[in-house]
């Protein structure tokens, strides 16, 4: 009654069907942990953003990678901005979308160290090559603050780090890289600026991150051991189909046979 399972088609599609259920339901694991981790972070930031900010050397050291749990943690650096090294950061977008460039400043401390400070975006003026004009901070000792974020590379950020830029423009932000180009010590990571607040000409500071959407991922998760869950369903309707089929293709057959034999 069931031999057909055993044909070439029958079997190549079992096999389809063995494979998609762990392939479904190891995706929905996937996004299940992709929502951990988004609803995780989120948490971070939030406590992050509301905390009392803390001295930047207190949560960072040259060539240490910044803690998970301190990411976007208020911190206060006081020193004095070196427009001389500064650079800019290439094909970065602001909050409506428009591609420029994210303004990274060294800020040197008074024991002789550095923070990297993103000040903000600038508008490109539609050149990728010129070094853009970039609105001066304020001279003199200041107090910055900002978000202490980590360094970035292109595996953690998918931005290629391309080789022969021109001069003083980089693809990433990262203390290691600014290290040796600047010959001192830089605290590992960067900030992005919050305050003091831009005059009518600086760079726009960066927004606060989002961290109240934790995203579609659940929902997907759930959508991928549904599937998972109806692969065998699906298997079990084309069997009862076929083995119906074949029994009415059987019958047919047989009756006019019964009927010459009747004759």
């Given at each position: ?10 079997v ?60 976007y ?68 000792e200041?107090?910055v ?7 970035e590379?292109?595996g953690?950020s ?14 990433l ?35 606060d991150?989002?961290?109240?959407d ?18 065998p ?10 083995r ?20």
């Open positions: 009654m069931y031999r057909f399972l055993l044909s070439r088609q029958w190549i599609l079992t096999l389809v069907a063995l494979l998609l259920i762990p392939t479904m339901i190891k995706l929905g694991f996937w996004q299940l942990h992709r929502h951990e981790h988004k609803v995780a972070l989120n948490k971070v930031i939030s406590q992050s953003l509301t905390a009392t900010p803390v001295p930047a050397e207190s949560v960072t050291a040259p060539g240490q990678h910044v803690k998970h749990a301190d990411l943690r208020r911190v206060t650096a006081k020193g004095t901005f070196d427009t001389a090294h500064e650079v800019v950061v290439r094909r970065r977008t602001n909050a409506d979308g428009e591609v420029g460039y994210h303004v990274l400043t060294p800020l040197d401390l008074d024991d002789g160290r550095v923070l990297l400070v993103n000040r903000g975006w600038i508008d490109s003026n539609g050149s990728q090559t010129a070094f853009p004009k970039i609105p001066a901070p304020a001279q003199g200041i107090t603050t900002g978000r202490l974020m980590p360094d590379t292109t953690d998918g931005i290629k780090n391309i080789q022969g830029l021109p001069d003083r423009q980089v693809m932000i990262n203390s290691e890289q600014q290290a040796k180009s600047l010959g001192k010590q830089v605290l590992g990571g960067y900030i992005e600026q919050t305050a003091p607040a831009p005059r009518g000409d600086s760079p726009e500071l960066i927004p991150p989002e961290h109240n934790i995203g579609p991922h659940m929902a997907y998760a759930i959508q991928w051991w549904l599937f998972s869950a109806g692969v369903v699906g298997w079990l309707i084309l069997v009862r189909r076929e119906r089929d074949r029994a009415e293709a059987a019958a047919s057959a047989t009756a006019p046979e019964a009927a010459t034999v009747a004759a």
